[in-house]
């Protein structure tokens, strides 16, 4: 149990900076920093709306904390995708013993995947999602 708490921790510590990195730090340090900036994760929101969405499409928060709600929820996101190979590396490191001939191809034969799956919903799956609910839009 002290190993699994100590390897937990590890993986917990990397995703909690990596997400306040997303959260906190400023896109571009040419910011005024007393006044408003803006984080690394709206300059990723932006890139992935000027690609996914036409330009003619608007966004408008449902409610006053929406656009919060999604900054903490894509750093998050954003967070676990650059602190998956530590995490994938502590799952790894906890379960090796129990496995005397685990083949360590396999490992990275499954990050391998869990990269192309992550491209493959990125630039594949959401542009379909995307324009797909535009067909509902006129009906809203």
């Known amino acids: 149990m002290a190993e ?9 510590i990397a995703l909690l900076c990596t997400t306040l990195f997303f959260l906190v730090a400023p896109a571009s340090l040419n910011q005024n920093f007393l006044g408003f900036y ?4 709206s300059l990723l929101l932006d890139t992935i709306r000027s690609y ?16 919060i709600t999604i900054y903490t929820v894509a ?12 995490i994938f590396y502590e799952v790894y490191a906890f379960v090796r013993p129990a496995f005397t001939d ?9 990050f391998m995947f869990f990269v192309m799956g992550c491209l493959f ?8 999602v995307i324009y797909g609910l535009f067909a509902f839009f006129p009906y809203v």
Do not use: D, E, Y
């Open 121 to 128: 919903g990125f630039f594949i799956m959401m542009p379909a």
């Open 102 to 110: 685990f083949p360590s191809k396999l490992i990275w034969i499954s």
């Open 4 to 12: 699994l708490k100590h390897r937990a921790k590890i993986a917990g």
């Open 75 to 86: 750093s998050l996101f954003f967070g676990f995708l650059v602190a998956s190979p530590v």
């Open 52 to 67: 996914l969405l036409p330009s003619n499409v608007f966004l408008i928060p449902g409610t006053a904390s929406a656009p």
């Open 38 to 41: 803006k984080p690394v994760v």
